[in-house]
């Protein structure tokens, strides 16, 4: 079984600062990490994935998240927040490509606020 | 490029009706996913299909029933409608590539509400 915590269920901060957004997984089979944004009353646009490649990936609208297997751990982070960033981002993981894994386990999400 | 198509965008029922949700997957995509989310909730797996057969089940209620097509459109078929069922329907598609993960694209979700 997989699962994820987000830290935090709100974040905010100032426009041009640092964006880290928290994420740690639990997996009995090697982890496929996904990271989604969603904006009011949307669907979910994904911003990066990890698949057991390079453990440090980089997304769209300039997001990055690191696979760190021993903090188990796939944090969200951009250098400099832009207001058009404020939105929920939620963290997911899926199983291994083979067996019945396959779905995303989301978590609880994190509402993004970037203040002016 | 072409993205998931989830018809109808917004739906509104009454307890103990019936509704049916549908999802276009994105061209050449053999997989589907149904997701439910709850006001304030994340998105929590209901069910999912590949070439037509149902591979996975989360949490869908015993009222609900799904299929996939062979257009590889899906349907989500939802009875006895109640005040709890609504929530925003996501449907996802992926390509199972020769034993490869691709990652889930989603629709823009049906927003069903039932009073």
């Known amino acids: 079984a997989q699962s994820v915590t987000q830290l935090g269920s709100h974040v905010s901060v100032s426009e041009g600062a640092l964006v880290l957004l928290r994420c740690n997984y639990s997996?009995?089979?090697?982890?496929?990490l996904f990271w989604y944004v969603q904006y009011p009353n949307q669907g979910l646009q994904l911003l990066l994935k990890?698949?057991?490649?390079?453990?440090l990936v980089k997304g769209i609208n300039g997001f990055e998240a690191e696979f760190k297997k021993s903090e188990t751990s796939f944090h969200l982070t951009k250098p400099s927040a832009h207001m058009s960033d404020a939105a929920e981002y939620f963290c997911?993981?899926?199983?291994?490509?083979?067996?019945?894994?396959?779905?995303?386990?989301f978590g609880s999400g994190t509402q993004l606020t970037v203040l002016p | 490029a072409a993205g998931v198509i989830q018809s109808p965008r917004h739906l509104i029922k009454e307890k103990r009706e019936t509704a049916t949700l549908k999802c276009y997957p994105i061209?050449?995509?053999?997989?589907v996913y149904w997701y439910q989310q709850g006001p304030g909730q994340d998105p929590q797996f209901l069910i999912s299909?590949?070439?037509?057969?149902?591979?996975d089940k989360g949490s869908i209620p015993d009222r609900f029933s799904a299929q996939q097509f062979s257009d590889y459109h899906s349907e989500l078929n939802m009875s006895s409608l109640e005040l709890g069922d609504s929530a925003l329907y996501f449907c996802?598609?992926?390509?199972?590539?020769?034993?490869?993960?691709?990652?889930?694209?989603f629709g823009p979700g049906t927003r069903l509400t039932v009073l």
């Open positions: 997911a993981v899926s199983g291994s490509s083979s067996g019945s894994a396959r779905q995303l386990t």
């Open positions: 299909f590949y070439e037509k057969m149902q591979s």
């Open positions: 061209p050449r995509h053999d997989t």
């Open positions: 996802a598609s992926s390509l199972y590539r020769g034993g490869s993960y691709n990652e889930q694209f």
């Open positions: 990890y698949t057991s490649a390079a453990t």
């Open positions: 997996s009995s089979v090697p982890p496929y």
